[in-house]
T-cell receptor, first 115, second 114 residues
Framework: GAVVSQHPSWVICKSGTSVKIECRSL??????MFWYRQFPKQSLMLMAT?????????EQGVEKDKFLINHASLTLSTLTVTSAHPEDSSFYIC???????????FGPGTRLTVL | KQEVTQIPAALSVPEGENLVLNCSFT??????LQWFRQDPGKGLTSLLL?????REQTSGRLNASLDKSSGRSTLYIAASQPGDSATYLC?????????????FGKGTKLSVKP
């Protein structure tokens, strides 16, 4: 089956620093990847859609200058949380879309804690 | 605006019981519907995907049905096991909008007791 990895799986950082999260599709090419955020006891909320070779599309209320997305290749998308603050602490999950039925496969997630 | 609701929010059953998880959505113009499993602190595992033209999908002890006209889907788990304990999420993709934009319910937290 399709496998998506994320790195790191967890990160703790100080307020004001930037954190980069990688999302890779390991055994398939994904022209489209998605970034979600999940707060405790809440469902996943789409943050942005990342297309290879073009600018990401952000959902309403998501600051594009704060959450920088780069989709440099068909197997890698990165999310950089710039100048992180405690309210950015959350579980970030990426997914990669296969051409078959537009099915999405999800990464294991990255737990970000900003002190 | 599409809204996805899952009932119940939590469910506790003894091992071996058959159970049904419910998902409803307000806009029937969907492209597909997926059921996912999420273990605590983990990402999502796709369980079943049902295209809008399909009525059900089966995988092992899992069976998902879709009634698009009434805006409902059910996930049936047969002979439940403690390893089935997790949060089950239902999500739809709308026609006309971003094809990849999954809209999630809040999930049903299942606990299967030995």
């Amino acid at each position: 089956g399709a496998v998506v990895s994320q790195h790191p799986s967890w990160v703790i950082c100080k307020s004001g620093t930037s954190v980069k999260i990688e999302c890779r599709s390991l055994d398939f090419q994904a022209t489209t990847m998605f970034w979600y955020r999940q707060f405790p006891k809440q469902s996943l909320m789409l943050m942005a859609t990342s297309n290879e070779g073009s600018k990401a599309t952000y959902e309403q209320g998501v600051e594009k200058d704060k959450f920088l997305i780069n989709h440099a290749s068909l197997t890698l998308s990165t999310l950089t949380v710039t100048s992180a603050h405690p309210e950015d602490s959350s579980f970030y999950i990426c997914s990669a879309e296969t051409r078959r039925f537009n099915e999405q496969f999800f990464g294991p997630g990255t737990r970000l804690t900003v002190l | 605006k599409q809204e996805v609701t899952q009932i119940p929010a939590a469910l506790s059953v003894p091992e071996g019981e058959n159970l049904v998880l419910n998902c409803s959505f307000t806009d029937s113009a969907i492209y597909n519907l997926q059921w996912f499993r999420q273990d605590p602190g983990k990402g999502l595992t796709s369980l079943l995907l049902i295209q809008s033209s399909q009525r059900e999908q089966t995988s092992g002890r899992l069976n998902a049905s879709l009634d698009k006209s009434s805006g409902r889907s059910t996930l049936y788990i047969a002979a439940s096991q403690p390893g089935d304990s997790a949060t089950y999420l239902c999500a739809v993709v709308n026609y006309g909008g971003s094809q990849g934009n999954l809209i999630f319910g809040k999930g049903t937290k299942l606990s299967v007791k030995p």
